[in-house]
């Protein structure tokens, strides 16, 4: 290829709406560190070492976000696009290298551009490798929405580009375990489009670790370079939400899978509360350990519930902002555009827009399930505790009868006790005072205790009866 370009797109979540202003997530600012390491590593003579000391949300190399609050443009910088300088090869040609950070909305997003001095210069694969495009991957640059690269280049009407992309291609990943994989192909501005997807096998969902490739050859001398700089911003802004809406649904599924975890936790919680209600008598320890999970539980799975809402929200309106820069991208190609974007945003996007839609309509009653739950066992617990202060009540009551009469009675006939015949116990003598006072009291005692039991049975079971009667 002649003209050749390589370009790094990066993406990396900066805040989210949970932030307050001026705070934002944690690793915000690991793009910008990473790229650091390239500059130190593998792009050793670029000023990509320095790029700390020209983005306003550093002062001094220190992570300050809250400079970045109230700026009216996307620039991270003053100067606009940084000159990094050049690479030199021992083939006797230099790379130059730019960049280009901004602050979109709530993401970080980095345009790093390498190109040969020289658009008559040619690059094979094996001129691939002085641009260092394995320092370029998702290994080393590690952005949390994602990046892709994208490769430019002229070429003659009779090359093959198919198999000229697909070399390139691997020519990228090489050496990794990444293995691209060919997914559309079709025009961008009168060059051939060809897109491929390299995916960590290790971790296939995760975005931080997948590598999307663009690569663009021009075989019929078309102004697609002219037309590209004047669709920048709108391809740029593509690309960004290209990456979101992969990370939105990813996030997705997760909080469904997570879900589903506590919902299954929630049916073996029936099953024990089913279990405890069919013991006689009711263990109301049990019942209070098993409401007191429940709530924990409640709570994680309404905010699995939420964080699926917020999704779908977030979605639709990513999806909606990708339909807009499409149209865009369209009108400045003079209604030419790749057909694989259109069928992303048709097909893709509403089926992943109905099937969180599908998830939030399976999982929400099941929250009113829990709710459910907790209401029963607490009527059940409030009841038996009922019941058992009451019986507590019950017994207080008659042994409260029970030794109050008894020490009455003890009190008064100790006093008669010797003119007081006994036959049981001395027929013709005295009874001795003391036992004959501890009989009769126990005497007593158990008789007030009888005339007890009867009062609280009259207190609550006639009422019964006649509520039924009513």
């Known amino acids: 290829m002649k003209n050749f370009s390589l370009s790094l797109y990066a993406f990396h979540l900066c805040h989210t709406f949970t932030d307050l202003p001026g705070e934002v997530v944690k690793d915000a600012d690991l793009l910008w560190k990473n790229l650091v390491k390239v500059g130190e590593k593998s792009l050793t003579s670029l000023d990509l070492k320095k790029l700390r000391s020209k983005l306003i949300s550093y002062k001094k190399d220190k992570y300050e976000p ?18 990094l300088g050049s690479l030199s090869t021992t083939e ?17 997003a980095v345009d790093l551009t390498l190109f040969a001095e020289s ?23 590690q952005a949390s929405l994602g990046q892709t690269l994208w490769i430019y280049g002229e070429v003659d009407p009779s090359e093959d580009c198919d198999a000229l992309a697909k070399k390139f291609a691997i020519a990228l990943v090489a050496d990794t375990n990444l293995n691209p994989v060919a997914t559309e192909k079709g025009e961008l501005f009168g060059s051939l489009l060809f897109e491929y997807q390299a995916l960590d096998p290790d971790e296939p969902d995760n975005p931080a670790k997948q590598c999307h490739i663009l690569i663009v050859i021009n075989n019929s001398q078309a102004a697609t370079e002219t037309l ?27 909080s469904y899978r997570e879900a589903r975890i506590i919902y299954s936790g929630l049916e073996e919680n029936i099953e024990e509360f ?71 945003l048709n097909k893709d996007c509403k089926k992943w827009q109905q099937q969180i839609q599908t998830d939030i309509n399976y999982l929400t009653p099941g929250q009113e399930l829990f ?3 907790v209401d029963t066992i607490r009527g059940i617990v409030e009841t038996e505790q009922t019941e058992s202060d009451r019986s507590l009540e019950n017994t207080i009551q008659i042994l409260g009868i029970g030794f109050g009469g008894g020490a009455i009675i003890s009190g008064v006939v100790v ?24 009989i009769l009291s126990v005497l007593a005692t158990c008789f007030f205790i009888g005339i007890g039991w009867l009062i609280t049975k009259r207190q609550y079971y006639p009422r019964k009866r006649n509520s039924n009667k009513d």
């Open 228 to 254: 590209a700089e004047a669709a920048y911003d709108w391809l740029r802004d593509l690309l960004c939400i290209y990456h979101k809406i992969l990370y939105i649904y990813q996030l997705a599924r997760q």
């Open 119 to 141: 658009p008559n210069i040619s690059i094979d694969t094996p001129q691939l490798q002085y641009f260092k495009p394995s320092s370029l991957l998702p290994s080393n640059i």
């Open 415 to 438: 006093q008669h006790i010797d003119k007081i015949p006994i036959p049981l116990i001395s027929p013709n003598n005295p009874p001795n005072p003391f036992y004959a006072s501890l």
């Open 66 to 83: 809250k400079r970045q609050q109230g700026r009216k443009t996307e620039w991270l910088t003053d100067a606009g696009i940084l000159d």
């Open 274 to 344: 089913n279990n405890l209600i069919s013991k006689n008598p009711t263990q109301l320890s049990d019942l209070k350990k098993l409401m007191g999970e429940i709530p924990k539980k409640n709570f994680d799975y309404a905010r699995c519930l939420q964080d699926l809402q917020i999704h779908h929200t977030a979605i639709n309106t990513n999806i909606n902002n990708y339909k807009i820069c499409l149209e865009e991208i369209h009108n400045i190609g003079s209604g030419n555009s790749p057909q694989a974007w259109q069928d992303f």
């Open 92 to 108: 006797g040609f230099k790379i130059h290298a730019n960049l280009q950070p901004f602050l979109l909305h709530d993401t970080y």
């Open 371 to 373: 709710g459910q739950l």
